[in-house]
């Protein structure tokens, strides 16, 4: 029974601006950078403009969710919340398109006249959220067989049709995604041995379907020197990090992030780390630590389980999308196109990322415990 209402202001100022910060400087670094190259690329003033305008209305999006109570909405809504992520998926299927106009790439995205919308990074934080409260529903007996059916067609009708769109960089994100949450949830470890085990078996019976440029860049995300071709990108965008050295070239200065194929998207990173040398990657990966950490702190201290898996969720997104594109740029781990949190060009991209911390701040800011309200936490 909540007793007393709170003013907006007086809720707002409970936000935790920690992780506002954090944001608002990974984001600041990726406008900064991309006002260093609006000359450099065909488009790079416009690109500019909306890399900025995304960044501050996530900021706004954010301080709008957090006042909605996310336990609410996810309780009643989640099985329409789910239902809508399918169908976005299928939307893509259907009528999705490339900004390259390359009949060859994925078609992931949808042209919404003025932009280029990629329905896929809406469906994460979707994605979490119907999670969160399947796995709250079956959370006393996560480990049995009929629990673990009921949650998993969940998650695999939705993993299953990010791959179906072709779109194998987000599908491992939502796997990730899924892992951590049920790991979160308690489930035995004993699982995920059973589940490593059954992929090493599988992987020589799955290779030889793969297609050869599917084989050729997981084959250069570890060796990219055993293909001119598909280690091109990732050698080039290693150079980049090495001649920006510690300080970097300045935000005017550096060259050989020219070279890098589809760097604003694939490889933001490193020309952020040309530009602002590996001090500036530095700057990046502390604010990205601390705003996980605080993150992971809100998960520990939420009175409801489905705010804790929703938290899990957004650190999965957080650590497997900046390690993957970190790997991507070393020319450490293979190109599939997963964007670097708060840094990557794409409205799309930095819009879903604030959105997730949205829901985030709502944990935080409806965790008050009320006189005489009884719960099960």
Request: with cysteine; proline share 4%.
């Given at each position: 029974?909540?007793?007393?209402?709170?003013?907006?202001?007086?809720?707002?100022?409970?936000?935790?601006?920690?992780?506002?910060?954090?944001?608002?400087?990974?984001?600041?670094?990726?406008?900064?950078?991309?006002?260093?190259?609006?000359?450099?690329?065909?488009?790079?003033?416009?690109?500019?403009?909306?890399?900025?305008?995304?960044?501050?209305l996530g900021l706004?999006?954010?301080?709008?969710?957090?006042?909605?109570?996310?336990?609410?909405?996810?309780?009643?809504?989640?099985?329409?919340?789910?239902?809508?992520?399918?169908?976005?998926?299928?939307?893509?299927?259907?009528?999705?398109?490339?900004?390259?106009?390359?009949?060859?790439?994925?078609?992931?995205?949808?042209?919404?006249?003025?932009?280029?919308?990629?329905?896929?990074?809406?469906?994460?934080?979707?994605?979490?959220?119907?999670?969160?409260?399947?796995?709250?529903?079956?959370?006393?007996?996560?480990?049995?067989?009929?629990?673990?059916?009921?949650?998993?067609i969940h998650a695999?009708?939705?993993?299953?049709?990010?791959?179906?769109?072709?779109?194998?960089?987000?599908?491992?994100v939502f796997m990730?995604?899924?892992?951590?949450?049920?790991?979160?949830?308690?489930?035995?470890?004993?699982?995920?041995?059973?589940?490593?085990?059954?992929?090493?078996?599988?992987?020589?019976?799955?290779?030889?379907?793969?297609?050869?440029?599917?084989?050729?860049?997981?084959?250069?995300?570890?060796?990219?020197?055993?293909?001119?071709?598909?280690?091109?990108?990732?050698?080039?965008?290693?150079?980049?990090?090495?001649?920006?050295?510690?300080?970097?070239?300045?935000?005017?200065?550096?060259?050989?992030?020219?070279?890098?194929?589809?760097?604003?998207?694939?490889?933001?990173?490193?020309?952020?780390?040309?530009?602002?040398?590996?001090?500036?990657?530095?700057?990046?990966?502390?604010?990205?630590?601390?705003?996980?950490?605080?993150?992971?702190?809100?998960?520990?201290?939420?009175?409801?389980?489905?705010?804790?898996?929703?938290?899990?969720?957004?650190?999965?997104?957080?650590?497997?999308?900046?390690?993957?594109?970190?790997?991507?740029?070393?020319?450490?781990?293979?190109?599939?196109?997963?964007?670097?949190?708060?840094?990557?060009?794409?409205?799309?991209?930095?819009?879903?990322?604030?959105?997730?911390?949205?829901?985030?701040?709502?944990?935080?800011?409806?965790?008050?415990?009320?006189?005489?309200?009884?719960?099960?936490?």
């Open positions: 029974m909540k007793v007393f209402s709170t003013s907006i202001k007086e809720r707002l100022s409970q936000l935790d601006f920690v992780i506002l910060a954090c944001a608002f400087g990974m984001s600041a670094m990726s406008v900064l950078t991309l006002y260093g190259i609006r000359d450099q690329y065909a488009g790079g003033s416009r690109m500019f403009i909306i890399q900025s305008v995304s960044a501050l706004a999006l954010v301080i709008v969710m957090a006042l909605f109570d996310y336990d609410a909405i996810v309780s009643k809504l989640w099985l329409p919340i789910a239902g809508v992520s399918v169908a976005l998926l299928v939307l893509v299927k259907l009528i999705g398109t490339n900004p390259t106009n390359d009949p060859s790439s994925p078609q992931l995205w949808i042209n919404l006249g003025v932009i280029y919308w990629q329905p896929s990074e809406t469906v994460k934080m979707l994605f979490i959220m119907s999670i969160a409260k399947n796995i709250d529903l079956i959370k006393e007996k996560i480990n049995h067989p009929k629990s673990l059916a009921f949650v998993g695999v009708i939705v993993i299953g049709m990010v791959i179906f769109i072709n779109d194998l960089g987000s599908a491992l990730c995604i899924f892992a951590v949450m049920m790991y979160t949830a308690g489930l035995s470890l004993w699982y995920y041995v059973g589940v490593l085990g059954a992929a090493v078996v599988a992987t020589p019976y799955i290779w030889p379907h793969l297609g050869y440029y599917q084989q050729m860049r997981i084959l250069a995300g570890f060796d990219p020197t055993v293909s001119e071709k598909y280690g091109y990108q990732p050698l080039k965008s290693r150079a980049a990090i090495s001649a920006g050295g510690f300080w970097g070239k300045g935000l005017n200065g550096g060259t050989e992030y020219l070279k890098v194929p589809v760097a604003t998207t694939d490889c933001f990173f490193a020309i952020t780390a040309e530009k602002f040398g590996l001090f500036g990657a530095l700057i990046y990966m502390l604010m990205m630590t601390v705003l996980i950490i605080r993150v992971i702190h809100i998960a520990r201290m939420s009175r409801k389980d489905t705010g804790t898996y929703i938290c899990a969720g957004v650190v999965a997104v957080m650590i497997a999308q900046t390690t993957e594109n970190m790997g991507m740029c070393l020319a450490m781990l293979p190109v599939v196109g997963i964007t670097m949190p708060f840094l990557s060009y794409g409205g799309s991209s930095m819009l879903s990322t604030w959105m997730l911390l949205g829901l985030v701040e709502s944990v935080k800011l409806h965790n008050t415990k009320y006189y005489f309200e009884r719960e099960k936490a």
